[in-house]
């Protein structure tokens, strides 16, 4: 073989090397994104002066995305304190309870409470619920929110456009109970993270979710209280 034929050799070898890391470049894509995971929650007290004022739940770090959920007795445009941003709000329609659902993006040194109101002489129940490793630009993918005049609280179906979503199932029914983990059952999969009661108002509230790691169509199914009565519902899709 001549000089000049290795010399040759030597740059086919180069362009091959080249091209294969470029392949293995293009190929790992954009690094994967972290998979959103539960924090904490934190409940409001029971008051009859229509606001429930909830605090920051522990363990809230910067950049978290905390999800506020609120239920009151009667026809009622809940509201929500400055800095949050609403994702639905839903007064009172063919059933006994009104309900509402808000999210913010935590900042260092994150304090509460937060009051939310507007349930006039009714009462509320309130609860601020955080996760981490949400996208902070645009934190919800999908929602929907429903209520029924008898029965279970049933969140109702979404359908997702991004892979790793994390499921929010949200209800309530207009009973009271002993607050216990066995007042509610949630959907089967899902994680309970909150059962809370208003001893008088005859409301109870809870949570519960999971990561849906393919989107498409997801259908929490109905949460199972102790006791079955008019009751409210919602599902938020929250963004990785």
Known sequence: ???????????????????????????????AL???????????????TGTAPVNTPAGVQNNDVMIAYATC?????????GGWTQVFNAPESGSALSHAAW?????????????FGG??????????????????TAPTNVWAQVNGASGNPDPPQVTTTENGCEIVALGAVSKKNAQDSNFWAPPGGYTEREDSEHDNQDISQ????????????????????????KWCAGTIALRP
Not at 34 to 48: G, P, Y
Not at 73 to 81: Q, S
Not at 119 to 136: E, I, K
Request: charged share 20%.
């Open 1 to 31: 073989m001549t000089r000049r034929e290795e010399a040759r050799g030597r740059r086919r070898s180069l362009r091959v090397a080249a091209g294969l890391c470029l392949l293995a470049l293009f190929s790992a894509g954009a690094p």
């Open 34 to 48: 972290a998979a959103i995971s539960w924090v904490n929650s934190a409940e409001s007290t029971e008051n009859l």
């Open 73 to 81: 007795k009667g026809n009622h445009a809940l509201t929500e304190p």
């Open 103 to 115: 999210y913010r993006v935590a900042t260092n040194g994150e304090t509460g409470p937060y009051s």
């Open 119 to 136: 349930a006039g002489g009714d009462g509320m129940l309130a609860a601020v619920y955080a996760f981490r490793d949400v996208d902070t």
């Open 206 to 229: 809870t949570m519960a979710h999971k990561n849906q790691a393919t989107s498409g169509a997801e259908d929490p199914g109905a949460f199972t209280p102790d006791v079955a009565d």
